[in-house]
């Protein structure tokens, strides 16, 4: 069964050091997300991307962050100076089509932990 | 008013039993409804969606009720296998990003 998958599983940085969290979604999917889920607390929306473009982004999707598909396949989410509360899980998720109903599928996540 | 609400918990209950979540959400104009299940440093993995009609899955009863804007997810005879933490998510009117509740802690005891 086709899975969304993420590098790294975990990455710990330096405070003010560039990130960037690498997904490749399913292959037929064109609607892709994160999210981010800070221990003990409640998964949130940060971005959704489709036809190349951010779609919509939430109010933690701030200049810090950008995401982009450089390649067909890879989609990344790139932090550009990271601050102790950007420590967190970050999902990333896929889905077919535009229609609400249907399922988004997540990634395993990358544990980052900022210093 | 948040999002989306659920009871925390924890609930922990023996094998067998029958444990109801709900949920309730404050977007009347929200379009899509799921329960997705999130174990221990996990990624979020769907559980079932939910439809207007009610459905069922095998042990799992989801209802819906638009006008009162609240969700329920019914598990009969629980398994040891269920204990994780169930997530209530509604679409948002638009077609791209879901909004998570904080989930209800679900332990099942041998």
């Keep these: ?115 | 008013r948040k999002e989306v609400e659920q009871d925390p918990g924890p609930f922990n209950v023996p094998e067998g039993a029958t444990v109801a979540f709900n949920c309730t959400y404050s977007n009347s104009a929200s379009q899509s409804f799921f329960w997705y299940r999130q174990d221990c440093r996990k990624e979020p993995k769907l559980l079932m969606s939910v439809y207007s009609s009610g459905n069922e899955d095998g042990r799992f009863t989801a209802q819906l009720n638009r006008a009162s804007q609240y969700i329920s997810l019914l598990i009969r005879d629980s398994k040891l296998s269920d204990s994780a933490t169930y997530l209530c998510v509604v679409n948002d009117s638009s077609a791209s990003k879901i909004i998570f509740g904080s989930g209800t802690r679900l332990s099942i005891r041998p």
């Design chain 1, 1 to 115: 069964e086709p899975e969304v998958t993420q590098t790294p599983s975990h990455q710990v940085t330096q405070m003010g050091q560039e990130v960037i969290l690498r997904c490749v979604p399913i292959s037929n999917h064109l609607y892709f997300y994160w999210y981010r889920q800070i221990l003990g607390q409640k998964v949130e929306f940060l971005v959704s991307f489709y036809n190349n473009e951010i779609s919509e982004k939430s109010e933690i999707f701030d200049d810090q962050f950008s995401v982009e598909r450089p390649d067909g396949s890879n989609f990344t989410l790139k932090i550009r100076s990271t601050k102790l509360e950007d420590s967190a899980m970050y999902f990333c998720a896929s889905k077919t089509g535009g229609v609400s109903q249907e399922t988004q599928y997540f990634g395993p996540g990358t544990r980052l932990l900022v210093l």
